[in-house]
């Protein structure tokens, strides 16, 4: 992805807004005397004073480290669930990251902004108007698919009275606190994912994922939800997954598992120190990076820390044979008989279909 496709959020403590109307002139004169440079340290050394070297963190976040001695914090989220919003808070406000990177992509975005209220609205109504504009992003099968996949997003939203997302709204306003964090859409766009998706799928295996997502109506309750933040859990529930459809785990995970740990990395290059003068000597520190995503990536995400990553090769339509060569799945055989459509689920909420 672009780095101008990244949209980034800084907040600055020391803005004119918050200061007090009345005070002292000579705190106007000196701070108008303060280097650009000179001020960045002041309130750099304020964030780092602020930053835990020990922080207490949820047990739902894995910790990462690049060559350079940058830190990574991988929050693993469920997308329907309250106390992920307090573990991504609770994480930010620790370690005062430079960058915070969540599993969106630029077609998602907007969700950041609005309101809870009139998500929960936007999810539980489709309507031909989205259906006609899934197949004109998407194409005839892709757009289908997609429908399908909101409509699970739609029953869930139904069943527990919540829009998906929660923990990447919390995280866009927890950043914005943090002086000089940046915020950086990590996921892949989602018509790739889409387009690729289904290109994987044979003719049979579309039959049946579609008639698995047109007859959903188990109930769903927050404790399911929960169950989902545990990893041997988790775990169980993908093997399944790959057992049933593996192209298709292939695509919407084990790809974007690569993309996302590319999209982290990127982001914990080390920062670069403003200089007083082009003569003085370029300075760096190690980044500090939260990564917000759902619980079902950490894993992979763990796997390909440490590898060289090319994500040109999961970027573009293939056909099914050219996939298995890009990524290969190993075949697991279910350790937990799980009913398919709540695996159906888990998957709607792991891929964090989005109706915006």
């Known amino acids: 992805m672009q780095e101008e496709q990244q949209p980034e ?36 050394e304020m964030k780092l004073k602020k930053r835990q070297k020990r922080p207490a963190l949820p047990s739902t976040v894995t910790e990462l480290d690049t060559e350079d001695g940058s830190k990574v914090y991988v929050v693993g989220t469920a997308h329907f669930s309250d106390s992920s919003k307090k573990d991504v808070v609770k994480t930010i406000q620790e370690v005062q990251p430079d960058v915070v990177v969540v599993e969106l992509c630029q077609y998602r975005v907007s969700m950041l902004k609005m309101d809870e209220k009139t998500l929960l609205k936007e999810a539980k109504e489709i309507n031909l108007e989205k259906l006609q504009q899934a197949i004109k992003q998407n194409g005839v099968m892709s757009g289908l698919m997609q429908m399908l996949l909101l409509k699970v997003s739609a029953h869930i939203t139904e069943q527990l009275g919540m829009a998906p997302g929660g923990e990447f709204r919390e995280a866009f306003k927890e950043a914005s606190k943090v002086p000089f964090c940046k915020f950086h859409l990590g996921d892949r766009p989602i018509p790739v994912t889409f387009k690729r998706a289904i290109a994987a799928l044979s003719f049979w295996q579309k039959v049946k ?19 989902c933040k545990q990893k041997d859990l988790l775990e169980q529930m993908m093997a399944e997954m790959i057992g049933e459809f593996p192209d298709l785990h292939r695509t919407i995970v084990s790809e974007r598992d690569i993309y996302l740990t590319y999209m982290l990395k990127q982001a914990a290059k080390q920062i670069e120190l403003p200089r007083a003068s082009e003569n003085e000597p370029r300075k760096y520190i190690p980044a500090v990076v939260v990564g917000v995503v759902g619980m079902g990536h950490v894993p992979g995400i763990e796997k390909n820390w440490n590898s060289d990553l090319k994500i040109q090769e999961i970027m573009s339509a293939q056909s099914c044979k050219e996939l298995t060569a890009v990524v290969p799945v190993q075949q697991s055989t279910p350790i937990l008989a799980l009913h398919q459509s709540f695996v159906l689920k888990v ?4 891929w964090e279909i989005k109706i915006l």
């Open 209 to 227: 994922l579609a008639w698995g997502l047109c007859f959903l109506s188990d109930p769903i309750s927050k404790d399911d939800v929960e169950k």
């Open 9 to 44: 959020a800084a907040a600055d403590p020391m803005s004119s807004s918050d200061a007090p109307e009345d005070g002292p002139k000579e705190t106007s004169s000196i701070s108008q005397n303060i280097s650009d440079a000179d001020a960045f340290k002041i309130l750099l």
């Open 347 to 350: 998957l709607s909420s792991v």
